[in-house]
């Protein structure tokens, strides 16, 4: 055969120069918007099908609660920088894996805060939870809560929970050098707190933090060089109450601590997860669930403040209640669990306002420095706006996320209980959104909870950048209970156009077993995604599919990997420079995981390639 072949494969994308974006706090900022607004490399035209995918997994020793974060040139000693991904384990192990290369398995460096002496406490020592059948987590609870990163010094802090010697239950901040895991200057702390009061627990009107039963759900915060972390409690198991401790980051000694009910009783602080915000004064915005409201017949008594949004302003070693808002029917919602604490807050940008709501499914918006305290009706009359996301019984877990887009601002929350992905447009001009909601996704998540975990990504405010990112159980009901998980993408400018999910080729991009309330982490064309399956699954533009050449007497056999591609067609010219290349309309086979196409030798020199 005297003819010659030469192959050119495809090249689907232009590489795109860009700055490589950290993610070093839950929900990506203070505010809690979720948004990553520098993302250059995920938009609405790569996200598809053919085009975006698992690339990668990356092993763990246990269930994932905490949101994966992202640290960028991270010099790890003898490796020099790299882009890190930290995963945090019920196991009580923290993890730095590479957070771009496939090939990187092996963690550059792993702790664990286990031995002979301590394990991570489980489900099962809560004893007194959901009357001794406490299923809310499933096995290990070791690390729950998101940590933190603060780039400057270089540090990851870490909330651990253990159960030593067998009785002894224990809960430590760690501080850990992120180039190698180490614990930095001062690290570990072990935490404890007291406070004057007289409720729930109490001894001569001091209440004692009890390591055991509070649950230190929601993700660190670090707000002017103090860490801030939240307690609720294991399925309303008493005596507790919401506590607040703030801690040096330096020194990591306790410089502030607040009780949301000293003279009452519950009133946990767990947002689903979401760490206490903050305005660029320091000022801090929380969520607090069931819980005592008021103090000696008066419910306007700041002492107790279950069922409430709070600011709280640092005053030396204390913060007070500077604003706060209780739903009318707090006693209603206290009596049915269906307390307001579900959700966190979400502060949206270039406004005073904040939003969220809990599990009445009504969302709540809020002047942040005038939040409208109780209302003197049966409604509330005090907020700037409030309304149900959905009729029936619907609950708001998670939180919700914001984008400032090229036509309008909007708020995106996902419900529960067979709800769709919901698109609010804010209206800057009457400071409200506009009823009812804009636009929603065609398919709803399945019953039961919680609904969609968010996120988002855009690269700015440009149009056909913007993506809501979402994650929730494929079927089923997730409370108390593991259950399989799917990650969706919508296009943000209107969340009807569903661009991806994991179950289109569930072959190659199935996410395994949901993580409850754990938002995705979008970072530099990757999306980070716990799960309880052991994992971390990471999404991102699926490789250039490769050309191979197979030469016989009687064909040219051209084939490529299938992985999922479609789409491609195959073309020849006899000039390299030719503008003009012909279609081959040759079938295409599908054989061992791979397209094949035949062709007939030619005498002349032939050039392939693969085009979409």
């Known amino acids: 055969m005297n003819s010659r072949h030469c192959v050119l494969a495809l090249i689907c994308a232009a590489a795109t120069a860009r700055a490589d974006v950290a993610v070093l706090t839950q929900h990506n900022n203070l505010a809690r918007t979720g948004a990553n607004l520098e993302e250059t490399v995920l938009n609405t035209t790569t996200v598809n099908l053919n085009r975006f995918g698992l690339v990668f997994t990356r092993t763990v020793d246990d269930q994932v609660y905490a949101q994966p974060l992202v640290m960028t040139n991270v010099d790890i000693p003898g490796n020099g920088p790299h882009n890190v991904v930290y995963v945090a384990t019920v196991n009580d192990s923290v993890y730095a894996f590479d957070a771009d290369d496939p090939a990187a398995s092996t963690p550059y460096w792993q702790v664990s805060f286990t031995n002979a002496n301590a394990v991570p406490p489980c489900n099962t ?3 007194g939870a959901c009357g001794g059948n406490y299923i809310d987590f499933s096995g290990n609870m070791g690390i729950v809560s998101t940590p933190v990163i603060d780039p400057g010094s270089e540090t990851i802090y870490v909330l651990v929970r253990t159960k030593e010697f067998g009785a002894a239950f224990v809960q430590r901040l760690h501080a850990l050098d992120i180039r190698t895991g180490a614990e930095m200057t001062n690290s570990p702390v072990t935490i404890t707190a007291t406070c004057a009061g007289n409720g729930d627990g109490s001894s001569a ?43 040096d980051a330096t020194t990591l000694q306790q410089v502030v601590l607040y009780n949301d009910t000293p003279n009452g009783t519950n009133g946990g602080i767990w947002m689903s997860g979401q760490g206490i915000a903050a305005d660029t ?61 579900s959700a966190g807050i979400l502060l949206i940008p270039n406004t005073t306002l904040a939003l969220s709501g809990g599990k009445q499914g009504v969302l709540y918006l809020v002047n942040r420095d005038n939040m409208g305290g109780l209302s003197f009706t049966t409604s509330d009359t005090n907020v700037i706006q409030s309304f149900q996301v959905a009729s029936g019984a619907h609950q708001i877990l998670g939180s919700p996320v914001w984008w400032d887009g090229p036509d309008g601002s909007y708020g995106y929350i996902w419900v529960s209980a067979s709800d769709f992905l919901r698109q609010y447009k804010f209206d800057p001009a009457s400071g409200k959104f506009l009823l009812p909601n804009y636009a929603q996704s065609t398919t709803a998540a399945p019953g039961g909870t919680p609904g969609g975990i968010l996120s988002i990504s855009a690269n700015g405010t440009n149009a056909g950048s913007g993506i809501v990112w979402a994650s929730h159980q494929l079927g089923g009901n997730a409370n108390q209970a593991v259950r399989p998980g799917i990650l969706r993408a919508f296009n943000a400018q209107n969340v009807t156009n569903e661009l991806w999910n994991s179950e289109l080729v569930s072959a190659r991009d199935s996410v395994g077993n949901f993580a409850k309330f754990c938002p995705p982490t979008v970072a530099n064309g990757k ?19 490769s050309l191979v050449i197979g030469l016989s ?13 479609s789409g491609y067609t195959v073309q020849a010219a006899t000039n390299l420079s030719s503008p003009v290349w012909q279609n081959l309309t040759n079938s295409v086979m599908v054989t061992n995981g791979t397209f ?17």
């Not at 007497?553 to 591609?565: A, E, M, P, Q, R």
Request: hydrophobic share 35%.
């Open 205 to 247: 009107n001091v209440l004692a933090f009890d390591p055991q039963k509070q649950n230190q759900r929601s993700a660190l915060s670090l707000i002017d060089g103090v860490l801030y972390f939240a307690w609720a409690s294991h399925c309303d198991w008493g005596p507790y109450h919401g506590w607040v401790a703030g801690y």
């Open 553 to 565: 007497d009687t064909s040219v056999t051209l084939s490529w990997h299938t992985n999922g591609f």
């Open 596 to 612: 094949e196409v035949a062709v007939p030798p030619s005498g002349d020199t032939v050039f392939y390639r693969l085009k979409r």
């Open 527 to 545: 999306v980070y995604l716990a799960t309880f399956s052991g994992r971390l699954d990471v999404y991102g533009l699926l490789p250039l599919p």
């Open 125 to 127: 020592d809560m004893t």
């Open 281 to 341: 004064n320091g000022n801090l915005f929380l969520s607090v669930g069931n819980g005592t409201v008021g103090y000696n017949g008066n419910p306007r008594d700041v002492i107790n403040r279950g069922e409430s949004f709070l600011k709280l302003t640092r005053a030396g070693t204390n913060l007070t209640v500077a604003s706060w808002f209780t739903p009318n029917n707090y006693s209603s919602l206290d009596g049915t669990d269906s307390d307001l604490g």
